[in-house]
């Protein structure tokens, strides 16, 4: 992947980030193994020569709806437009349709002033999982008092901070895509992150949660061996 330089020094600063998942097209897995061998690396070469940030993961078996999810990062969404393009130039994209896109950006926090500082661009190594969900509160919560939201969502990140397993992406999607937020969950452990969900629903907060699925686990995986286990 291409790693451009980001500045997480300017406050006003902001990476717009995509999720696309896919299936895979029946007719491509009765394809011969030299024939898909050679689109799995045709595949990660593109990918990699792209001017954007990708974590790979493999949906396939947890849902009916998705066999792989592309997470790009970058600094424009013509960026992320361009990666899609030649994606779907390459022998394998021809094989392949999207299933669930969201868009979403970085921004600094209404509720925090501890700069928010996303794990992957950062530099954090990519964890074994991800959960994907699109996020959204009822429009009741944005008539509430300021303070009377943001107390409410200090008690929602103190238990987030019982869970130092699970790394939290928040980016926002509020006039650029269907949902408020996009949430992204990063972890080694499945069992904390389920365990922080069951805590969280009993904060305050959750009473003012509208819509948060489809909620999409996904397994880190390179490119190469990601397309070639998709049968």
């Not at 896919?22 to 990699?48: C, G, M, P, S």
């Not at 013509?78 to 299933?99: M, N, R």
């Amino acid at each position: 992947m291409i790693e451009y330089k980001i500045n997480h020094d300017r406050e006003q600063e902001r990476i717009f980030f995509n999720f696309s998942f896919f299936k895979v097209d029946q007719y491509w897995r009765i394809l011969d193994e030299k024939t898909k061998d050679k689109h799995a690396v045709q595949t990660e070469n593109v990918i990699k020569n792209s001017n954007v940030l990708c974590r790979p993961y493999s949906t396939l078996g947890l849902r009916d709806d998705a066999d792989f999810l592309l997470w790009l990062a970058a600094d424009s969404i013509e960026k992320i437009q361009e990666a899609i393009s030649k994606l779907y130039t390459t022998d394998f994209g021809k094989y392949v349709f999207p299933t669930h896109v969201y868009l979403s950006s970085t921004r600094p926090s209404v509720y925090s002033k501890e700069p928010r500082r996303h794990g992957w661009l950062a530099g954090q190594e990519q964890k074994k999982y991800a959960i994907v969900y699109p996020f959204i509160k009822t429009r009741d919560w944005y008539l509430l008092p300021v303070e009377k939201r943001r107390d409410m969502m200090n008690e929602h990140i103190e238990v987030g901070k019982k869970y130092p397993e699970v790394n939290l992406n928040t980016t926002y999607s509020f006039g650029i895509h269907d949902e408020d937020f996009m949430l992204a969950f990063e972890t080694d452990n499945l069992n904390k992150f389920q365990d922080l969900i069951m805590d969280l629903r009993e904060t305050r907060v959750s009473a003012y949660v509208k819509t948060d699925t489809p909620m999409i686990v996904c397994v880190s995986k390179d490119i190469v061996p990601l397309i070639k286990s998709l049968g």
